[in-house]
């Protein structure tokens, strides 16, 4: 069965500080992998996409890597600011054939003014 | 992108009651939707599989006489939540895959907004 966590489980920063998001899954059997993006009270945004044959996708400040063999995927946020602050989720679907995601336990940001 | 519309998006029972959420593919077909549920600083759990024309499949552990699942049509998928208790209180979301492919990168899953369930 599928695990997924997420290290820092909270994260506290100064603005301007660049910072790495961990997450890791137990099964490397992967289809893709995505980080979302989730306000208090609101839906999921999602940020990235890296499919099972990619190692990494970019997207303005945000960078996320993949290394299916080791199950890790890290998600890179430069320069932070404010407004990220916000709980980052990822999640994994399997190759199996159902798509379904599997999420992780989530990372609470928060970057200070 | 892809829009996947949930309805309504939050709702207040009493207990006892039974509540339906609507999970709707906007621009696409959908042969399969999923749901989700999630509690106050928790991540997201999923409940089922919902498939167009079948039976839905349950995650191990929830109840399906409880949390019945709906999906008539290729863009529209139903969560009903039947005699509903305080501990129902949550966050549900759907999401969605483009059945054609034409939309998002292959296996990409759309959300809906969420529909947040309170119970009293």
């Known amino acids: 069965k599928q695990e997924v966590t997420q290290i820092p489980a909270a994260l506290s920063v100064p603005e301007g500080e660049n910072l790495v998001l961990n997450c890791s899954f137990t099964?490397?059997?992967?289809?893709?992998l995505q980080w979302f993006r989730q306000d208090p009270g609101k839906g999921l945004t999602s940020l990235l996409l890296?499919?099972?044959?990619?190692r990494e996708q970019t997207s303005g400040r945000l960078n996320a890597s993949l290394d299916k063999s080791s199950g890790r995927s890290t998600l890179y946020i430069a320069a932070s600011q404010p407004g990220d602050s916000a709980t980052y989720l990822c999640?994994?679907?399997?190759?199996?054939?159902?798509?379904?995601?599997?999420f992780g336990t989530g990372t609470r940001l928060k970057v200070l003014a | 992108g892809a829009v996947v519309s949930q309805h309504p998006s939050w709702v207040i029972c009493k207990s006892g009651t039974s509540v339906k959420i609507e999970c709707r593919s906007l621009?696409?077909?959908?042969?399969?939707m999923f749901w989700y549920r999630q509690f106050p600083k928790q991540s997201l759990m999923l409940m089922a599989t919902?498939?167009?024309?079948?039976?839905?499949?349950?995650e191990q552990g929830v109840e399906k006489d409880k949390f019945l699942i709906n999906h008539a049509s290729l863009t529209l998928s139903t969560l009903t939540v039947t005699s509903a208790h305080p501990e129902d209180s949550s966050f549900y979301i759907c999401?969605?895959?483009?059945?054609?492919?034409?939309?998002?990168?292959?296996?990409?899953?759309?959300f809906g907004e969420g529909s947040r369930l309170t119970v009293l």
């Open positions: 099964d490397s059997a992967i289809y893709n």
């Open positions: 890296i499919q099972s044959s990619q």
């Open positions: 999640a994994v679907s399997s190759t199996s054939g159902t798509y379904k995601y599997i």
């Open positions: 919902s498939n167009e024309g079948s039976k839905a499949t349950y």
């Open positions: 621009d696409f077909q959908a042969t399969t």
């Open positions: 999401s969605a895959r483009d059945t054609a492919g034409r939309l998002g990168m292959a296996g990409e899953l759309f």
